[in-house]
């Protein structure tokens, strides 16, 4: 569905009956502070990538939009049953254990678990879509959703696929796609395709179905740019098994400056504001004291005073 030249209503009427007729959908995201690092360069990170399509055809699952950190993945999938996405996190700890094995790793993957987030609006599933894409450059200020090569986001409105050279994964040797799945019996669809030596994310990902979510690419990229109250919503629900890096935290507080005290800037804060945003800091997204202070400033014995810690 072209939708240029619809209206702002008819816009959203199409993308509505796009996500009833999809579904249902879910956010898997595993734990950073409890397992240990996963990628450690780039031959691991290409692993990462196909096991990523591998895994999900294995449990039947459908994704929208994925991104692998050092320590952690992100998955925005359509499962009929949240047992799949507990499978599928199962099925890839398993295969990713093995490789580092077999590269003179020992990974300790026991915590690699999580319990999938249902996703039961297209509000939701429009946040979390931009939550996943715009973690990587979050955390790392050299890349941004186009840029980073370890998951989907330049397919949100960025880079046309069809620009971006492949090769058919029927088309390789045997040898070849033993090479690049690191196992003798991994059996894939043809219609994959491989470039930079993994499963290009083009040929398994949902990014057309996923680009219909939004009424266009502006409304997308003012998501991506502008909602720091998504980020916030997701920071908290993950809170208690992520630790947010201070990047992460700063935009987390920067939302709740803007939505409870209409301030635009942490530095126009006043001491009473910055107490009200440390406690939702330390009881929300369980930041340290430490890192309070880095990103509000605030004052070190007033912390203490406010969440004792041990000396």
Not at 63 to 90: G, V, W
Not at 249 to 256: D, F, G, R
Request: proline share 5%; glycine share 4%; hydrophobic share 40%.
């Amino acid at each position: 569905m072209i939708m240029k030249n619809l209206s702002f209503s008819d816009k959203e009427f199409y993308c509505q009956q796009n996500f009833d007729k999809h579904g249902p959908y879910w956010h898997i995201a595993t734990p950073g502070t409890t397992t240990e690092i996963l990628f450690t360069n780039n031959e691991e990170y290409a692993f990462g990538m196909t096991l990523m399509a591998e895994s999900l055809f294995a449990c039947g699952l459908k994704t929208y939009a994925f991104t692998l950190m050092s320590n952690h993945l992100h998955n925005i999938a359509e499962a009929i049953k949240q047992q799949q996405c507990i499978d599928f996190l199962e099925h890839y700890g398993i295969r990713l254990r093995r490789f580092a094995k077999a590269k003179g790793r020992s990974l300790d993957l026991d915590n690699f678990v999580c319990e999938p987030l249902p996703i039961d609006s297209l509000p939701s599933l429009r946040n979390n879509l931009v939550y996943v894409d715009r973690n990587p450059y979050v955390i790392n200020s050299a890349q941004t959703p186009y840029s980073y090569p370890w998951g989907s986001g330049f397919l949100y409105f960025g880079y046309s696929p069809a620009l971006i050279p492949s090769i058919p994964y029927s088309s390789l040797s045997l040898r070849e796609k033993r090479a690049l799945t690191h196992s003798r019996d991994i059996i894939l669809p043809d219609y994959f395709t491989v470039r930079n030596g993994f499963i290009a994310p083009e040929s398994f990902v949902e990014w057309r179905t996923g680009r219909g979510f939004f009424r266009d690419a502006h409304q997308y990229f003012n998501l991506l740019t502008k909602n720091r109250e998504s980020y916030s919503e997701f920071a908290a629900i993950l809170g208690d098994r992520i630790v947010l890096t201070d990047e992460e935290m700063y935009s987390a507080a920067l939302a709740i400056a803007s939505k409870d005290h209409q301030v635009s800037k942490l530095a126009e804060l006043s001491d009473y504001q910055k107490k009200n945003i440390a406690s939702k800091m330390h009881f929300t997204y369980h930041a340290s004291n430490a890192q309070i202070y880095r990103v509000l400033k605030i004052d070190k014995a007033m912390l203490q005073e406010m969440f004792p810690e041990a000396r």
